[in-house]
T-cell receptor
């Protein structure tokens, strides 16, 4: 049972434009959501997070939106840069339990 | 070191052999996690430790997999009688907070790439 789903395996965006990565979850008890970024041959690195008591969190070019009624979160990157090209994983947990990860979306930002 | 350290970084082994993967978490981190990523798959939870105990082993795929943590620090993941489907990158992560607290962010190592031939 895939509790965290990223339905788009890949996304291609032009440099300077907005990248929107989507994530859906099924467990309404999740209370903390995170995005990780992974370059090839490296471990995932933490990018940004949001608590279920909020609907938006912004950090520089990165903004995460949470829609609890739809059980949906998204990561917006604006403006997108070639260095943002990586695989992005969303993750969620409940009460600090183990993180459940999605399958990832490969973002490619082209000039 | 400053980050989570894993060894070996790459391991090629013959089917049926045992392998040990090591993880040295960030100093002072109480929680330690093992995940794996098979080709084309997401991050699959295996096990986590709080101190030296493992409250959740639910992700271990079979009894060929085991893990231990000693001294609240280094952890070893052991795979016995390896099979080709065990080929994956095994990722260790640690967290400064005990599990059970909201807002728990975990920090990953670079992974151990295991290939079973």
């Amino acid at each position: 049972d895939q509790q965290v789903k990223q339905n788009s395996p890949s996304l291609s965006v032009q440099e300077g434009r907005i990248s929107i990565l989507n994530c859906d979850y099924t467990n309404s008890m999740f209370d903390y959501f995170l995005w990780y970024k992974k370059y090839p041959a490296e471990g995932p690195t933490f990018l940004i997070s949001i608590s279920s008591i909020k609907d938006k969190n912004e950090d520089g070019r990165f903004t995460v939106f949470l829609n609890k009624s739809a059980k949906h979160l998204s990561l917006h990157i604006v403006p997108s840069q070639p260095g943002d090209s990586a695989v992005y994983f969303c993750a969620a947990n409940r009460h600090g339990d183990k993180l459940i990860f999605g399958t990832g979306t490969r973002l490619q930002v082209f000039p | 070191g400053a980050g989570v350290s894993q060894s070996p970084s790459n391991k090629v082994t013959e089917k049926g052999k045992d392998v040990e993967l090591r993880c040295d978490p960030i100093s002072g981190h109480t929680a330690l996690y093992w995940y794996r990523q098979s080709l084309g798959q997401g991050l699959e939870f295996l096990i986590y430790f709080q101190g030296n105990s493992a409250p959740d082993k639910s992700g271990l795929p079979s009894d060929r997999f085991s893990a231990e943590r000693t001294g609240g620090s280094v952890s070893t993941l052991t795979i016995q009688r390896t099979q080709q489907e065990d080929s994956a990158v095994y990722l260790c992560a640690s967290s400064p907070q005990p599990t059970g607290l909201a807002g728990n962010t975990i920090y990953f190592g670079e992974g151990s790439w295991l290939t079973v031939v």
